[in-house]
C-alpha cells in the first residue's frame, strides 16, 4: 500500500523530532521514519545519560517557542556562566556570560530528556506519523514526488524527504550526494564524573599534547569530561581501570577539581570532519550530522542541527498550500540560509584542531600568543563570548 504525506523525515533523534515539532502548526502531513526508536518514544535511562550537550541560548530558546524546553527538568541542567580556555604552553583566554549579553553561556543538559520531550510531543500532534522502528531500503524520486520503500514493504510517498539520520546518512548516500573530509586520527571519550570540588559553573578546556580536554559542569557535583584524543592514546585511557582514568583525567587539569570518580561508564567514538556536497537537491534537504560533522573542541554540532531545522521549519511552514515543498528553487533558499554559519564554524574548528596538534616550537608559541593577545583585547573577546552563546556576533 502507498501511504501519502508531504513531508517524510527519515531519523527520529535531535535534528530529525525537533523539525517534527516545529511543523506542528503547518498544513504538512509528516511521516518520521526511525530504525533505532520503538513508539511511542525512546525509554527513561537509567542514572544520567553519557550523551550531554552544551545547548546555547539560542537553542534555548528555539526549543522554548516549540514549547519543549521549559518542560524539561531544569534540575538535571547547568548554566555555564564562565568559560576558561587553557593552551599548551601559557595561553589563556576566559569568556563571561555577561560579556555575551547573555545570564549563561550555554546550558549543559543530557540528550536524552530533551529527545523523550519531543517524541511526548510529536506523538501528540495530528499532523504526524511515526513509523519506528522502520528502516528504509529505496528511495524513488520522480518529477513530482518521492518514494521511501520501507524493509517491510510499505512505501511512503511525499513532495519531499528530509534526511535527519546522522553523518552516516542512509539518504544522502542513497540519493548520491557525495562528502567531502577526513578522519582526525582521534577518538573523543565521554563520561560523566563526580569531583570533590564544586565547578562554579565554569567550562573548563585544554589543548593539550595528548588532545583536547573539556570539562562541562553538570548540576551537583559533576562535570562531563570529553577527551579528544590520538587513537593510540584514546585506546590507552579505554583501557585503564576506573580509578586510574579518574587520576589521569584529574591531573590532566591541574586537579582544578580535586579528585573524580565515574559517574557513567566511559564512551569513545571515532572524530571526522564532514561536509555534503549540497544540502539540497531536487525534492530533498539534510539536516544535522547527515549535512556537517563537526570536531567536537567548539561544542556547537548540535546547535547547529537546531538551526537548520529552524530555517527549514520556517521555510516550509510559511508555504501556501498551491506550493510546492520539493520545489529546488524553494530548497535552494534553504541551502542558502544555511551556507555560511556551518562552514564558519567547520573550518575554524577544523584549523584550531590541526593548529594545536601541530608539535612545531614555534608554531607552538604563535597559537600561545594569539589566545593572551585575544584575552587582552575587549572587542574581540566580547564578540566570542557572543558567538559561543548565540551563535551571531
Request: aromatic share 8%; glycine share 10%.
Amino acid at each position: 500500500m502507498n501511504e501519502k504525506f508531504d513531508l517524510i523525515i527519515i531519523g527520529g533523534g535531535l535534528a530529525g523530532a525537533t523539525l517534527a515539532v516545529a511543523l506542528r502548526g503547518s498544513r504538512l502531513a509528516v511521516a518520521l521514519i526511525d530504525s533505532a526508536i520503538s513508539a511511542p518514544g525512546p525509554v527513561k535511562p537509567a542514572g544520567w545519560d553519557t550523551r550531554i550537550y552544551a545547548y546555547t541560548p539560542a537553542s534555548a530558546r528555539f526549543l522554548q517557542t516549540l514549547g519543549v524546553w521549559d518542560r524539561l527538568d531544569h534540575d538535571r541542567l547547568c548554566a555555564v556562566e564562565r568559560m576558561q580556555v587553557h593552551g599548551d604552553g601559557g595561553g589563556r583566554l576566559d569568556f563571561e556570560a555577561r560579556d555575551s549579553g547573555c545570564a549563561e553561556l550555554a546550558w549543559i543538559g543530557e540528550s536524552a530528556p530533551l529527545l523523550r520531550e519531543l517524541w511526548e510531543s510529536l506523538t501528540r500532534q495530528h499532523n504526524v506519523t511515526v513509523f519506528a522502528p522502520a528502516m528504509p531500503k529505496a528511495f524513488t524520486r520522480r518529477d513530482d514526488s518521492v518514494d521511501i520503500i520501507l524493509k517491510d514493504g510499505r512505501i511512503l510517498s511525499a513532495a519531499l524527504v528530509v534526511g535527519a539520520d546522522g553523518r552516516d546518512s542512509w539518504l544522502r548516500q542513497a540519493a548520491g550526494i557525495g562528502t567531502h573530509g577526513h578522519l582526525y586520527d582521534q577518538q573523543a571519550i565521554v563520561a560523566n564524573l563526580r569531583v570533590t570540588t564544586p565547578h562554579q559553573k565554569i567550562a573548563r578546556q585544554w589543548f593539550r599534547a595528548d588532545g583536547v580536554l573539556a570539562w562541562l559542569p553538570l548540576p551537583g557535583e559533576r562535570i562531563s569530561l570529553v577527551w579528544s584524543a590520538p587513537d593510540d592514546i584514546a585506546a590507552t585511557l579505554m583501557a585503564l581501570p576506573d580509578d586510574e582514568f579518574c587520576q589521569q583525567a584529574a591531573e590532566a587539569g591541574g586537579k582544578a577539581l580535586g579528585d573524580f570518580a565515574i559517574e557513567t561508564p566511559r564512551a569513545a567514538f571515532a572524530l571526522r570532519f564532514m561536509r555534503a556536497e549540497s544540502i539540497v537537491a531536487p525534492r530533498l534537504a539534510l539536516v544535522g550530522d547527515a549535512a556537517h560533522a563537526i570536531h567536537p573542541l567548539s561544542g556547537h554540532g548540535i546547535n547547529l542541527g537546531f538551526q537548520d531545522v529552524r530555517a527549514l521549519a520556517g521555510l516550509l511552514g510559511a508555504t501556501g498550500s498551491w506550493e510546492d515543498i520539493g520545489d529546488y528553487a524553494l530548497l535552494r533558499r534553504y541551502a542558502r540560509a544555511r551556507a555560511e554559519e556551518p562552514l564558519l564554524l567547520q573550518y575554524t574548528t577544523d584549523g584550531l584542531a590541526r593548529l594545536f596538534a601541530c608539535h612545531d616550537p614555534l608554531i607552538a608559541k604563535l597559537r600561545n600568543a594569539g589566545l593572551n593577545l585575544t584575552a587582552r583585547l575587549p572587542v574581540a573577546a566580547r564578540l566570542l563570548a557572543r558567538y559561543a552563546a548565540n551563535g551571531t556576533v
